[in-house]
């Protein structure tokens, strides 16, 4: 089972700063099948990004995903109100499919 | 608009059964491979089970392998989960989701609501 590790656990960012959440897997992701997901409070989660870096329909241009083999990053270049939320990462090449634990982006 | 809306979630006792279903709308259900994702309180999340559009490939978590059972009826556009002999630690949001294509392992891009299922005595 591939083991993803999101750092950092929580990020601390006022509006307008640029946010970097790291993804990184226990062993190489099969094709760059990552993704990443957006879930707020009593919401259920929202895709963002697929294939490490396509962004999902309707995803404003200020999410950005980039990486490959074991090490992923979500970028969120000017942080909005509605961005401050827990972001997770799911890599789909390998079974069982497995998320990491979440990054939560706070107001600082 | 795509809608996912899951149902028959709620308080049951150990050891007992529980329905899950999933009513989908707005695109053509029997086209796309679907999935049921949990999330105990506070936690992150899990992926339970996938079927492929046409029910010729079905997939169980280790952690519920046995127990659960997916199905699903092209004709009634709707996705189900058949929990049995459920314990404490299946306590959690229970989250429909599509796969963007038929078959095989992809991104989740469209989830519904989600329904609480409680296993508490």
């Known amino acids: 089972e591939i083991v993803l590790t999101q750092s950092p656990g929580t990020l601390s960012l006022s509006p307008g700063e640029r946010a970097t959440l790291s993804c990184r897997a226990s062993?190489?992701?099969?094709?760059?099948?990552l993704a990443w997901y957006q879930q707020k409070p009593g919401q259920a989660p929202r895709l963002l990004i697929y294939?490490?870096?396509s962004r999902a329909t309707g995803i404003p241009d200020r999410f950005s995903g980039s990486g490959s083999g074991t090490d992923f990053t979500l970028t969120i270049s000017r942080l909005e109100p509605e961005d401050f939320a827990v972001y997770y990462c799911q890599q789909y090449g390998n079974s069982p499919r497995t998320f990491g634990q979440g990054t939560k982006v706070e107001i600082k | 608009e795509v809608q996912l809306v899951e149902s028959g979630g709620g308080l049951v006792q150990p050891g007992g059964s529980l329905r899950l279903s999933c009513a989908a709308s707005g695109f053509t259900f029997s086209s796309y491979s679907m999935n049921w994702v949990r999330q105990a309180p506070g936690k992150g999340l899990e992926c339970v089970s996938y079927i492929s559009s046409s029910s010729s490939t079905i997939y169980y978590a280790d952690s519920v392998k046995g127990r659960f059972t997916i199905s699903r009826d092209n004709a009634k556009n709707s996705l189900y989960l058949q929990m049995n002999s459920l314990r404490d630690e299946d306590t959690a949001v229970y989250y429909c989701?599509?796969?963007?294509?038929?078959?095989?392992?992809?991104?989740?891009?469209?989830w519904g609501q989600g329904t609480l299922v409680t296993v508490s005595s």
């Open positions: 062993q190489s992701v099969s094709s760059s099948y």
């Open positions: 294939g490490a870096s």
């Open positions: 989701a599509r796969n963007p294509y038929s078959s095989g392992w992809y991104e989740l891009d469209y």
